[in-house]
């Protein structure tokens, strides 16, 4: 398997654990959790594997904070499906709008879960964004240490 994507699977994967758990409480903390898995994934990638220089360890680490990024958008959307089966089965009010009941109409039902999902994918793309450039930045700090090429002196 490609190292960009092996790595950012891996921090993708500890990130969306975190996302998951922290989110189920607070419910938004995917941004945050986006930006340090996507700068481990830039930073593992660009440690092992051997560039150049420092941009195509930063390339290589964007990719792998995007991958990165991508696994906790699924966890943000699964963990905010979470909150909203919660809400709507334990009564909570809000402080705006009304939770479909369970005698709700199908569009209700659809309009309350799509809006929250859509609103979970938005983060998402936060979380890629974010991860992307985290493990662009990660990568050029990490990577890119191979010796320069000697210069000719003038005369």
Do not use: H, W
Request: include cysteine.
């Amino acid at each position: 398997m490609n190292p960009q994507i092996k790595n950012g699977l891996l921090a993708g994967a500890v990130g969306a654990v975190i996302n998951f758990c922290v989110s189920l409480i607070l419910g938004f903390c995917g941004p945050l959790v986006g930006l340090a898995a996507g700068g481990a994934a830039g930073f593992l990638t660009a440690r092992g594997g051997g560039f150049a220089t420092k941009g195509d360890a930063a390339k290589a680490g964007a990719i792998s904070g995007a991958v990165a990024g991508a696994v906790v958008l699924v966890a943000q959307v699964g963990a905010g499906i979470a909150n909203l089966i919660y809400i709507q089965v334990s009564g909570t009010q809000l402080p705006f709008g009304s939770v479909p009941g369970a005698g709700s109409s199908g569009s209700e039902m659809a309009i309350f879960y799509g809006t929250g999902l859509l609103t979970g994918v938005c983060i998402g793309i936060v979380d890629i964004v974010v991860g992307a450039l985290a493990g662009a930045g990660a990568g050029a700090l990490a990577g890119g240490n191979a010796p320069a090429a000697p210069s000719q002196p003038s005369m």
